[in-house]
């Protein structure tokens, strides 16, 4: 016990140190009321962006310079406050449906304090539908700020393999694992996303088979095409598909959580399911993604099922006689 006191007392001392980060941070909940159909919000996203890639033009036409384009990108949408504005708009607008919740009714929702640490004061994001995927709000401000500043690394060291391993630290200290416990596999995938809409900016093909979506033309920007989130949402932006690592503190809570789930996932497990999951796991191999696939439902609960069998043939034998 003494060394778990005094374990929280230094993650309690590291948390008021990262208080302006982390007072926002939320983590997010894609396994309660999954079922739940949401529509989704797919287009009206698109338009927030869009609408955003005319004002920096407008803005920028004189300066031929990328990084005066990306950082009138980052005003519009992003900002320097704790929460980005894109984010807080698809929290607050009745435009963009979210899951229903509850504060108290979340993953994180059963556990003591000491293994949930920030995520117990402030409760969990908002979760919405994007390219059919389940995403938290939190994501947009991922794909935006962290996106920006992925971007910046890489050129500076030129290479995107560099330029993850910072991101990954970030997702270790004050931004996840330290604060909260949790380490999000989907939070490096957003970032990196990010990045890869930056470069798609004025790169063609990051977007496979897609032109930049400016180009050059005499002394003024032209747009070529439409931003598309799902150019760049996908499963792995998904918490109940690409599973958050947990510390000790908090990795059996959640053990025993998941395995309250296996009954939603013996219902319908294509809701938990990926499908043709290696084109994810070469895209992102670089970003140092933590393996807790031992987590996912499609792992976790065959192996409940089996523990049950007995039951459950029983339960089939009964009926069958009746």
Request: charge should be positive; aromatic fraction near 12%; glycine fraction near 8%.
């Given at each position: 016990m003494n060394n778990r006191v005094n374990s929280f007392v230094i993650l309690a001392a590291a948390f008021v140190a990262a208080w302006p980060a982390a007072a926002l941070s939320h983590e997010t909940d894609q396994f309660s009321n999954r079922s739940d159909s949401i529509a989704d919000s797919t287009k009206v996203l698109n338009g927030k962006v869009?609408?955003?890639?005319?004002?920096?033009?407008?803005?920028?036409?004189?300066?031929?310079?990328?990084?005066?384009?990306?950082?009138?990108?980052?005003?519009?949408?992003?900002g320097r406050f704790l929460v980005d504005r894109i984010e807080k708009w698809a929290n607050e607008s009745p435009e963009v449906e979210k899951l229903k919740t509850g504060r108290y009714d979340s993953?994180?929702?059963?556990?003591?304090?000491w293994?949930?640490?920030?995520?117990?004061?402030?409760?969990v994001?908002?979760?919405?539908?994007?390219?059919?995927?389940?995403?938290?709000?939190?994501?947009?401000?991922?794909?935006?700020?962290?996106?920006?500043?992925?971007?910046?690394?890489f050129l500076r060291y030129d290479s995107e393999a560099k330029a993850a391993?910072?991101?990954?630290?970030?997702?270790?200290?004050?931004?996840?694992?330290?604060?909260?416990?949790n380490f999000s596999n989907a939070d490096l995938v957003a970032n990196y996303e990010g990045h890869r809409f930056f470069r798609s900016l004025f790169e063609d093909d990051i977007v496979?088979?897609?032109?930049?979506?400016?180009?050059?033309?005499?002394?003024?920007?032209?747009?070529?095409?439409?931003?598309?989130?799902?150019?760049?949402?996908?499963?792995?932006?998904?918490?109940?598909?690409?599973v958050n690592h947990f510390d000790a503190l908090l990795y059996g809570h959640m053990y025993q959580q998941f395995v309250s789930f296996c009954p939603r996932y013996w219902r319908d497990p294509s809701l938990y399911t990926i499908v043709?999951?290696?084109?994810?796991?070469?895209?992102?191999?670089?970003?140092g993604l933590k393996d807790n696939s031992v987590l996912r439902l499609d792992s976790l609960c065959p192996v409940q099922a089996f523990l049950k069998a007995g039951t459950l043939l029983a339960n089939t034998f009964e009926a069958e006689e009746e």
């Open positions: 869009n609408e955003a890639i005319i004002e920096i033009v407008e803005k920028t036409y004189k300066n031929d310079e990328r990084m005066a384009v990306v950082n009138a990108m980052y005003g519009e949408i992003g993953i994180y929702s059963v556990h003591p304090f293994a949930t640490r920030v995520t117990t004061l402030f409760g994001g908002r979760t919405m539908r994007v390219n059919n995927q389940l995403i938290g709000t939190d994501k947009l401000g991922h794909f935006v700020s962290q996106g920006r500043k992925y971007y910046r690394r391993k910072q991101s990954a630290r970030a997702e270790r200290a004050v931004f996840g694992q330290m604060t909260n416990g496979p088979g897609k032109p930049a979506i400016l180009r050059r033309e005499g002394n003024r920007w032209i747009i070529q095409r439409k931003f598309d989130w799902a150019d760049h949402v996908n499963e792995y932006w998904d918490e109940a598909l690409n043709d999951e290696s084109r994810f796991q070469d895209r992102y191999s670089h970003l």
